[in-house]
């Protein structure tokens, strides 16, 4: 769901609470190629409200939640020249982590199968791997 501060004036202090609940992994966050603002994922609906009573508490600032047309996110790789096509052609569903990394933000199981069937050498990963 993308997130709103109650005040706009106060969206930097919305970034900071959210990039430090994404470095907790209370959350993942997401930055649209396309618009502005943060889609935040989590793994149940109810992760929302803690999310949103956090960052009152802790923040002073309260936010809301809305629905955006995406069910799930894939981190993107494969060869550099591959992956900026693949992004280009697919910008509006294309996005960022808090790390940077490219993620392609899914509606269906069919944008997955779209991908996997018209982009050989792109990876789709639903979760995101980290060198340890």
């Known amino acids: 769901q993308t ?14 609470a959210l990039l430090q609940l994404a470095e907790e992994g209370a959350a993942k966050l997401f930055k649209p190629a396309i618009g502005s603002g943060w889609i935040v994922g989590v793994v ?3 992760q929302f409200d803690v999310i949103a009573s956090r960052i009152e508490s802790e923040y002073g600032l309260p936010v ?3 629905p955006t047309q995406y069910v799930s996110a894939r981190w993107v790789s494969g060869p550099k020249e591959t992956l900026e096509a693949f992004a280009s052609a697919n910008r509006g569903q294309m996005a960022h982590d808090h790390d940077g990394d490219p993620v392609y933000m899914t509606r269906l199981q069919w944008d997955i199968d779209r991908v996997v069937r018209d982009w050989p050498d792109i990876r789709l990963s ?3 791997e980290t060198m340890v």
């Open 126 to 128: 639903p979760v995101k």
């Open 64 to 66: 809301r939640f809305e």
């Open 44 to 46: 149940g609906a109810l």
């Open 3 to 16: 997130v709103r501060a109650g005040d706009p004036m106060k969206a930097k202090h919305l970034d900071k």
